[in-house]
């Protein structure tokens, strides 16, 4: 009698918006940002940069938010909870070269935030949240995928018993239109908690008070296109193969990584994620205007 395979998520391939995004821009920066563990630490390696320490603080204090009751949400001030996000972030730990370049990123954040609780819109309402601290389910398995990641908020909409995906944007650029992350965050949603997902939205918190309406993909297109991409990352694992598209010189993506690996680039400290955090030398620049997540 043959016995059917057992599933076991620490052999799975694990894809999700962040590691697909990777892959589809590089699948050399997909492997040293997903895959390389640094043989004397055992850890994996993170390139920390300013826009990328702004996103996390400014998400961290907007994420807690959900846990709470309606009531209590903005009873205490936004911007003194993200001075307590931002000491995670503060100096080096977040790419800084200075204290002037770390003030004006600081500022970006503290002006998102009093927007926010000017506007609060769909986070002054009722919220679901997934138990999880990683919601995850299995995208194929038989072929042992399991499709991961946290979506920003999701307001509950009572009068259709139903919820409405929002995503916090704290860059200035609009959302690639060829991105998957609506198409991810709908499968996860659908998967993760028992409500119907009816509406998508963007936030640009920092040009807008209101919420960019975004188009639903149909929950079938979303599997497929989010399985074909997700089957060619278990491949390059399988066969080890990462190759930049650029050739051996590298590109935009995983050059700045493979310097890490040259010891060009200066360690700061380990993430909450036990991962080791690295900067490059510049020198203090403008406001970044790349999309974070």
Excluded at 5 to 24: E, P, Q, R
Excluded at 141 to 147: D, T, V
Excluded at 181 to 188: D, E, F, G, M, R
Aim: charged letters at 30%.
């Amino acid at each position: 009698m043959i016995m059917d395979m057992v599933k076991d998520k620490y052999s799975a391939v694990w894809v999700s918006h962040s590691s697909i995004g990777n892959f589809l821009q590089c699948p050399r920066a997909y492997y040293l940002n997903n895959v390389y563990k640094d043989p004397d630490t055992g850890h994996k390696i993170v390139l920390m940069n300013p826009s990328l320490a702004l996103g996390q603080a400014v998400h961290t204090v907007l994420e807690e938010l959900s846990a709470l009751p309606v009531k209590e949400r903005f009873r205490d001030s936004l911007v003194d909870k993200y001075d307590m996000a931002w000491n995670t972030v503060t100096g080096e730990l977040g790419g800084f070269m200075d204290k002037k370049e770390e003030q004006e990123y600081k500022k970006r954040g503290i002006e998102m935030l009093k927007r926010v609780e000017k506007n609060p819109g769909p986070l002054g309402k009722l919220a679901v949240k997934i138990k999880r601290d990683l919601p995850y389910y299995w995208l194929s398995e038989e072929e042992n995928i399991i499709l991961c990641g946290k979506v920003d908020w999701l307001e509950y909409l009572p009068e259709t018993n139903s919820v409405h995906i929002i995503d916090f944007k704290t860059g200035k650029n609009m959302e690639d239109g060829k991105s998957l992350q609506l198409p991810i965050y709908l499968l996860l949603v659908h998967n993760c908690q028992k409500h119907k997902v009816t509406r998508a939205s963007y936030w640009y918190l920092a040009k807008s008070n209101d919420l960019t309406s975004k188009e639903l993909p149909k929950l079938e297109v979303a599997y497929m296109q989010v399985l074909k991409v997700a089957r060619q990352v278990k491949k390059a694992r399988e066969k080890a193969e990462y190759i930049c598209p650029k050739g051996e010189g590298g590109c935009f993506f995983c050059r700045p990584l493979e310097a890490i690996l040259r010891k060009e680039a200066k360690f700061v400290g380990i993430d909450n994620y036990r991962q080791d955090v690295y900067i490059l030398p510049r020198e203090p620049q403008e406001l970044e205007e790349e999309i974070i997540h």
